[in-house]
Every structure is written in C-alpha cells, then in structure tokens.
C-alpha cells in the first residue's frame, strides 16, 4: 500500500478564493513532497518538507505555500486562485516512491 | 539541471505481447536514481520499478523490467505479457542525490492494450 492519504480528493473553488489541501504519510515517514499535474504543463515539483522544514522548493509563485506539522502531516495552501491552479495536486512520502490518490482542484 | 524525456506520447500493443516504453535522461550528477509510474485515469501515481544509477543489474519486478544503459542515458520500461488493464498513462522519473526527494518527470506515454 501507499500508505499516503490524501483530502479531499476532489475541490471546486472559484478564482480569487484560496484552498488548503492535506496530506498525510504513514506513521513515521517524516518527508513529504508535493507535485501539481496539468495537461499543459506535466507534472511539476512543488517543495518538499522534512521534519517540518521546506528542503527543496519549485518554481512557482508564492502564492503556494505549504507547511508540515510534528505528526508529519503536510499542508498546501494556494492563495488568490487562478483558472491556472485547476490541476492535479499529489503528495509523495519519503523516497518519492509512494504517492497518495492525489486531490483534483477545479477552479471556476 | 536533471531533464527527462519519453518520446512516445501514445502507443498500442496488443494483449499479451511484451512492450517498450523509452525513456531517455540527462544530468551531471553521478548518484541519481529512476522510476517508472503508472497513472491509470483514477489519477493515482503507482510505482512500478525503481533503478539506482550504480546498479549493475536491471531492475525486475514481476512483468515489469527496467532496461538500463548507463553510457546511453536510457532507462526504458518492458512490459511482458501485457494485460488490458496495463492501458494507462506511464511516467518515467529521475531523482538526485543532490536534490533530496525531488522528482523530475517526463512527459509521459499513453500505453493502451488492444483484445
């Protein structure tokens, strides 16, 4: 199993609101990373947290901002939503090997 | 910079011959790591086969099997046997020593098996 879970799994907002999507690794898995999918632009890294510390980040706005809690949950937060942001949100736990369901974002 | 690149955007095999996904990379760094996923439609990123770059073996996994050729910058994906429930998008990926757990992703393959 994965053993990565992902909520909520689907999300319509509309633009100019902001989103904040959750994941969570299995007991114990303490680096948790973030990727975004669009048909346009593929998938793409968004940061990674380990021991609720950002170790790596993408190239993207700051309107992306995470953040992970001492049980290794990690936040996403979108601000100011674009029609742009509407994609596939998928979180990996340590290794990269393992992803969650992923959390599809619509935004209107 | 890592770069990686799957030239089959779409491809057909028919049910239970054996089937080659490319996969081409690029990087400077000497410890990097591959992958193979498969997206169904659900949208959920299953692994398949990992291969580190100082492993002298193709990686196996069942009827998954990694051809790896280091000097060629290749890390194509074989799929014996395929089954229909193989049809699915396939993403090849790279990891660096030097970038933690961050995956870069090609472009993907759009793999489907005919009856």
């Known amino acids: 199993k994965a053993g990565v879970t992902q909520t909520p799994r689907y999300l319509i907002k509309t633009r100019g609101q902001q989103v904040t999507l959750s994941c969570s690794p299995i007991?114990?898995?303490?680096?948790v990373s973030w990727y975004q999918q669009t048909p346009g632009q593929g998938l793409q890294f968004l940061f990674e947290?380990?021991?609720?510390?950002?170790?790596n980040k993408g190239n993207f706005p700051g309107r992306f901002s995470g953040r992970q809690f001492s049980n290794s949950r990690s936040e996403m937060n979108v601000s100011t939503l674009e029609l742009g942001d509407s994609a596939l949100y998928l979180c990996?736990?340590?290794?990269?090997?393992?992803f969650g369901p992923g959390t599809r974002l619509t935004v209107l | 910079a890592q770069k990686i690149t799957q030239t089959q955007p779409g491809m057909f095999v028919q049910e239970k011959e054996a089937v080659t996904l490319d996969c081409t990379y690029d990087t400077s760094d000497q410890s990097y790591g591959l992958f193979w996923y498969k997206q169904p439609s659900s949208g959920e990123m299953i692994f398949l086969i990992y291969q580190g770059s100082y492993d002298e073996q193709n990686a196996t996994e069942g009827r998954y099997s990694l051809n790896f050729q280091k000097a060629r910058k290749s890390a194509n994906l074989v799929i014996s046997a395929s089954q229909l429930g193989d049809s699915a998008m396939y993403f090849c990926a790279m990891s660096s020593n030097n970038a933690g757990n961050m995956l870069t992703f090609g472009g993907g393959t759009r793999l489907m098996v005919k009856p």
């Open positions: 990996a736990r340590a290794g990269s090997q393992y």
């Open positions: 947290y380990f021991s609720e510390t950002q170790r």
């Open positions: 007991s114990g898995h303490r680096s």
